[in-house]
């Protein structure tokens, strides 16, 4: 049988920051990752990379390496890994916590439309505005490829062979965390007219809300994916509180 271990599901801030707490917790952790783009840091724990290959696998790998909790910090917006972490938790009966940041407010200045998904985020700026700023991530990509109705700036971590060529529009690659000063920047040079983005209530990357606000531009913001049922925390401390529990 193998040692006794922690499960931290990855890809965010606050995965990295928990599994570098829970380093200190005696127990061996394993930080997993889906393995889409090269990590801008990762914890100092053993880290495995790539699916497992759906619920079903995801629960054999609980038993054979004796994973005795699952931490799922994974992004707001990852639904399926989410989903099948609560399903493999239920048939592996491990215990499973969700860390998920806190979504963002709105504040007084802000101009928000609140939009069920991608396409409808892309469809309701075809029909209001004309140069849109787009960051919800490269597997968004496919939706706004082909759509000549906007100008679409759209920001992924690196270029790849995996992204689409933008018929009316282009790319920026950068990493966060981003500053205000350059999120202001970037959407005047380009005379950005809306903001498309996902709710994502990290700091990492809450700059362009702020620069749109500071614009008055709007942003059309898309609607979280249903949370899971289990038990979720916002902060690394609070998970960290609830490994030590587990551990007793
Ligand atoms: P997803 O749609 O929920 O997951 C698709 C598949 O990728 C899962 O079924 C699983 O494959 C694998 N996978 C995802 N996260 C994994 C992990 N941490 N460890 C091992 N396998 C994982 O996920 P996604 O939206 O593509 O996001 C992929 C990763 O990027 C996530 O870990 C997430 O934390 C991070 N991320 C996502 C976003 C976003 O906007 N979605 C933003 C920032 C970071 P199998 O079924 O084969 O196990």
């Known amino acids: 049988m193998a040692e006794p271990a922690l499960l931290i599901l990855g890809g965010t801030t606050l995965a990295v920051a928990l599994a570098r707490a829970a380093a200190g917790l005696g127990i061996p952790v394993i930080y997993s990752l889906a393995g889409r783009t090269r990590p801008k840091s990762v914890p100092d724990v053993a880290v495995r ?20 909790a699952v931490v799922d910090a994974t992004h ?14 239920h048939a592996a009966r491990r215990p499973l916590l969700r860390l998920q940041e806190a979504p963002w407010r709105q504040m007084p200045g802000d101009h928000w439309q609140q939009v069920a998904n991608m ?18 991530g490269r597997q968004a990509m496919t939706e706004f490829a082909d759509d000549r109705r906007c100008w679409w700036l759209a920001r992924v971590i ?10 009316n529009g282009q790319y920026v690659f950068a990493r966060g965390p981003f ?19 996902k709710n994502a209530g990290s700091t990492a990357t809450y700059a ?17 994916p249903d949370a899971v049922a289990a038990p979720m925390v916002e902060t690394v401390a609070n998970a960290h509180a609830w490994l030590k529990d587990r551990l007793g």
Do not use: W
């Open 49 to 68: 990379m790539g699916g497992f290959g759906g619920a079903a696998a995801l629960a054999d790998y609980l038993r054979q390496k004796n994973i005795l």
């Open 76 to 89: 707001a917006y990852a639904a399926q890994i989410s989903e099948n972490a609560r399903l493999a938790c």
């Open 119 to 136: 396409t409808a985020a892309r469809d309701t700026a075809a029909k209001t505005t004309a140069r849109v700023f787009v960051s919800t």
């Open 158 to 167: 690196a270029p790849g062979a995996d992204l689409p060529a933008l018929s």
């Open 179 to 197: 500053e205000l000063a350059d999120e202001l920047a970037l959407l005047r040079e380009h005379r950005i007219s809306a903001v498309i983005s």
């Open 208 to 224: 362009k809300i702020a620069a749109a606000r500071e614009l008055s531009l709007p942003v059309i913001m898309i609607a979280r």
